[in-house]
């Protein structure tokens, strides 16, 4: 099948990531997966949440979280800003990166202090939380880099590269990282998070409009797993 942008089916939408974007942020990166663009900003703090600290001191450890927005006018048509509190896709999404970003730090290294990934989206087209996943390991490991340069913590704090992309299946076709004309379409659609070692950190796939047998899982998972190979490329490239 002929995809809209002219891409072949395992082919990723043109990928960047802008380093220092902001100037304030211990890392910052904004991230562009095709027309879908999210910036990526690390806070440091050094003090850890209410809960983690009043805990015995041999359980304690650093904490890395994630929180997800997305401007009004970042789609078609403008969306409310969540003032009061976030919408429950505005909380999985931001539980999902940072479930997905503690995975990148040793913890115990990381020693009394918080990460804070805040990914902003400017302008979405699909593959925002995938988006968001990817470009907050960039910046977040940029956070990290004067610690270890400094000596303040061990480089094995960096303990895995994270990236992410999403799949679906249009016509029986898997496809690789969809904008939103793909999405709305997908009979299949499929978000997986994975480190750069190969081993699966989340996945999440939902049948739009019939199941999906264990092949088309098995060639979708393969397909997400050489997307974030390349993926990882060039976010190793962007930290170079």
Same mark, same amino acid.
């Given at each position: ?48 949440? #209410?809960?983690?600290?009043?805990? &015995? ?14 401007? &009004? ?24 990166? #940072?479930?997905?970003?503690? $995975? ?41 880099? &004067? ?15 994270? #990236? ?14 969809? &904008? ?13 998070? $994975? ?24 060639? $979708? ?20």
């Amino acid at each position: 099948m002929t995809r809209p942008d002219g891409r072949k089916f395992d082919q990723l939408r043109p990928i960047s990531f802008e380093t220092g974007f902001t100037k304030h942020a211990e890392g910052s990166v904004l991230t562009k997966f095709g027309d879908t663009h999210v910036l990526c900003n690390v806070s440091l703090e050094n003090s850890l949440p #209410g809960w983690l600290k009043h805990k &015995p001191v041999e359980e304690q450890h650093g904490w890395v979280t994630g929180e997800y927005a997305m401007l &009004p006018r970042a789609t078609h048509t403008r969306s409310r800003r969540e003032q009061k509190w976030p919408k429950g896709r505005t909380q999985e999404i931001s539980r999902l990166i #940072g479930r997905s970003l503690r $995975m990148a730090v040793d913890l115990k290294a990381l020693g009394p202090r918080s990460l804070y990934v805040d990914c902003d989206v400017l302008q979405a087209d699909g593959g925002t939380r995938t988006a968001s996943i990817t470009g907050g390991w960039v910046a977040l490991m940029l956070a990290l880099k &004067p610690l270890i340069a400094a000596g303040e913590v061990p480089e094995s704090v960096m303990a895995h590269q994270i #990236g992410a992309i999403s799949v679906g299946i249009i016509n029986g076709q898997p496809l690789l990282d969809l &904008p939103y004309v793909e999405d709305a379409a997908a009979d299949v659609d499929l978000n997986v998070v $994975m480190n750069g070692t190969g081993g699966f950190i989340e996945v999440q796939g939902t049948a739009e409009s019939a199941p999906y047998s264990r092949t088309e899982l098995d060639q $979708m998972l393969d397909l997400a797993a050489a997307g974030i190979r390349d993926l990882n490329t060039k976010q190793n490239e962007a930290l170079a």
